[in-house]
């Protein structure tokens, strides 16, 4: 009796199977095989794979394909990002609580916006050439000299027809002195700015490992080692070549700010033991995801020359962020929420510190 009672949903499930398949279609699709699997079909999609059993060929297909992904991207983007900048910790407590298919994933979302903001700097980070600006100061100091040697030659003359015990002649003497130290100053100015202008296009030639070795063992003797010497000399003699490989490090190793992260967080939170690296990491992509949105925002006020917006930002909008994050990401009260939000912004500073200190030992 129990082997019949266990065998007959068994041989229930056999005979629904096969009345399944000898089912007609369930639609009017004609049944054919899919091209990506190989199952039968009798519908849009194919019942084993996903994959749409109509099979397009043409151009305009792809641009559909392309306005259908990006837009399947904004639906939950549009959800995530305000969330990430409003309500961060809700946000991340609603992932973690498994309310996960509204919206992008914290890794996804990481990594998307790490490669948007190293684009975004591309176009709005200002490679300033320096000799224009060293043509302009030369030009207005040539001009401002002109015009100096000018009322001294007034002031001259005017002394000149000025009799001896005239009254004017002494403010005239002490006018014709200034406009002399007025001049050689300037004179000077011009001086110094053609020899930094000759000085910049030529080899930076006090910058050889000799004079760096030199240099730290004067200032600092423990960080003079052959390693670091042969990297700071290779440094300042093509500050633009390790400029432009430290962005490109920057951008292929910023996964790395993540596990650099993870400790830090662990320690802040060693004694509330139900909090597990699985949610400091989730709480460090959805943070940085949003440092990065702020990052691109300030570049692009940095190249409108909105300077004082920008930095305003970036020293107010952190902190606040951060203690929204964490209160209702793990459930704190405000006391235990501000002691934890000043010491990840100390472990926001040493995990770019070491992380900086990483992608330069590539870039050079």
């Given amino acids: 009796m129990p082997i019949e009672v266990e065998s007959a949903p068994l041989s229930e499930a056999i005979i629904a199977n096969e009345l399944a398949k000898a089912a007609p279609p369930s639609s009017n699709h004609p049944v054919q095989q899919c091209a990506n699997c190989g199952a039968l079909a009798d519908r849009s999609f194919c019942p084993e794979c996903g994959q749409s059993t109509h099979i397009h060929h043409s151009l305009l ?17 549009w959800r995530t990002i305000p969330a990430l900048m409003l309500r961060p910790g ?28 190293f684009f975004v700097f591309g ?37 000149a027809s ?12 002490e006018k014709i002195a200034k ?18 202008q000759i000085n910049m296009l030529s080899p930076l030639a006090d910058n050889s490992p000799e004079s760096v070795r030199r240099n730290l063992e004067r200032n ?23 400029l432009y490989k430290f962005k490109n490090t920057l951008s292929k190793l910023a996964f790395l700010l993540v596990p650099i992260s993870l400790p830090f967080l662990w320690l802040m939170f060693a004694l509330r033991r139900q909090h597990s690296m699985f949610e400091h990491a989730v709480f460090s992509l959805y943070s940085l995801s949003f440092m ?13 020359s909105w300077y004082s917006l920008s930095t305003l930002l970036l ?44 992608a330069l030992r590539f870039s050079i």
């Fill in 123 to 159: 176009f709005t980070s200002n490679t300033t050439d320096s000799q224009p600006l060293v043509k302009q100061i030369n030009s207005e100091l040539n001009v401002s000299l002109a015009d100096q040697r000018e009322s001294m030659k007034e002031s001259e003359s005017l002394l």
């Fill in 292 to 304: 990065s949105i702020l990052m691109m925002l300030c570049s692009i006020l940095g190249a409108l």
């Fill in 162 to 173: 000025l009799a001896a015990d005239a009254p004017q002649r002494a403010a005239t003497e």
């Fill in 61 to 77: 297909h792809l641009v559909e394909e392309l306005l259908h992904g990006l837009f399947h991207f904004d639906t939950k983007a």
């Fill in 179 to 196: 406009d002399k130290a007025e001049i050689a100053t300037m004179e000077k100015i011009l001086a110094n700015t053609k020899n930094d």
């Fill in 315 to 358: 020293i107010v909008v952190p902190p606040i962020h951060m203690y929204r994050h964490l209160r209702k990401t793990y459930q704190l009260s405000v006391l235990a929420t501000l002691w934890r939000t000043i010491a990840l912004l100390f472990v926001a500073f040493i995990s770019l510190l070491i992380f900086a200190l990483i």
């Fill in 90 to 117: 809700e946000l991340t407590r609603s992932y973690l609580n498994g309310q996960r298919t509204r919206y992008v994933s914290p890794l996804v979302l990481f990594l998307f916006l790490i490669f948007l903001m």
């Fill in 220 to 242: 600092v003797p423990f960080l003079a080692q052959p390693v670091i010497i042969n990297g700071v000399s290779h440094a300042l003699q093509n500050p633009d070549l390790v």
